[in-house]
């Protein structure tokens, strides 16, 4: 089965990309992990990928397409595969057409804006051991401490409130049109995100059998 995953930041798609991948025992193909790949392997469009990398500029369309093209090829994609943080445009996913790959389905993790803002602000790491925790799910026992090494709490910059609201910006503008463009096709299923992780699990998997 080939699959893609959708789903504004912090909508916990990565998390039921990787649950669906261990049931149905096929790769859940990141962006961001096969990119970081190919820069390591040196791969010809890794190399083109480093260039705008190293300058501070995001990579370039044809460039992540042939990276995913690159990745698709690989044996443990033959059965299938999830794509998960691709397409990330309408552009994109025309590409994905072109090259000949036919997707069976796609599934939208739907989560309103301000249950994710709330969700991602609250999150903290150790600065120490990287141990992650939650001001709401997942408290330390002592507020700002690390359970683990007793490390000091961080938030990261890329859960600030600020920084989140701007991400769901882009999302919306970039990447939402992509729910219409995969309804229009007949593939697209959408799953109400749950407090719980594992009832959003189950509201996945069952969008995939029907």
């Keep these: 089965m080939k699959l893609i995953f959708l789903g504004a930041p912090g909508a916990g798609k990565g998390t039921q990309a990787e649950v669906v991948s261990k049931k149905l025992a096929i790769p859940a193909v990141s962006t961001g992990n096969i990119i970081r790949a190919a820069l390591k392997e040196q791969t ?20 992540v397409i042939g990276i995913i093209k690159e990745r698709l090829t690989q044996d443990d994609c033959k059965n ?21 790959i036919e997707i069976d389905k ?23 051991c990287g141990a992650s925790y939650h001001l709401l ?28 609201l ?12 992509l729910i219409d463009f995969y309804r229009t096709k007949g593939k697209l299923r959408v799953v109400e995100g749950q407090e719980e992780v594992a009832d959003t699990s189950a509201l996945t998997l069952k969008a995939l059998e029907d």
């Design 44 to 63: 010809e469009m890794g190399i083109k990928a480093k260039e705008f990398i190293e300058k501070g500029q995001l990579v370039p369309d044809d460039v």
């Design 80 to 100: 299938g595969f999830i794509l998960d943080g691709f397409p990330r445009t309408v552009p994109q996913a025309e590409a994905l057409d072109d090259m000949g």
């Design 106 to 128: 796609v599934i939208d993790i739907e989560v309103p804006d301000e249950k994710i803002a709330a969700r991602m602000s609250g999150r903290r790491v150790c600065g120490n």
């Design 137 to 164: 799910y997942k408290k330390p026992e002592k507020d700002g401490v690390c359970n683990v090494c007793g490390g000091e709490l961080i938030q990261r910059a890329d859960d600030k409130p600020e920084t989140v």
């Design 166 to 177: 701007d991400r769901l910006d882009v999302y919306h503008k970039q990447t939402e049109p």
